[in-house]
């Protein structure tokens, strides 16, 4: 599967699941505006610093790569971790 055929919410999620320990838990919901993508990630509390990471790294990652993803669509995305 490419990035071209994955949805942001599909790259999250893959994302996200790849990371944690619990990836039944894992929950990304999307909502589309007329220039931004939101998405919020929903994850168990035992794996929330696996996907933060140090000083928020993993996350800012995440968020980067989101972004460059969805700059081809010619929008912003932003990406949230929700409890």
Known sequence: M?????SM????LYIATSLVDN????EVSQADA???IILELRVSDADRGKVIGKEGRIIKSIRTLVN???TKCDKRAVVEIVE
């Open 9 to 12: 919410r599909e790259l999250v």
């Open 68 to 70: 460059a993803a969805a």
């Open 23 to 26: 990836p039944g838990t894992v």
């Open 34 to 36: 007329e220039k931004a």
């Open 2 to 6: 490419t990035l071209t055929d994955m």
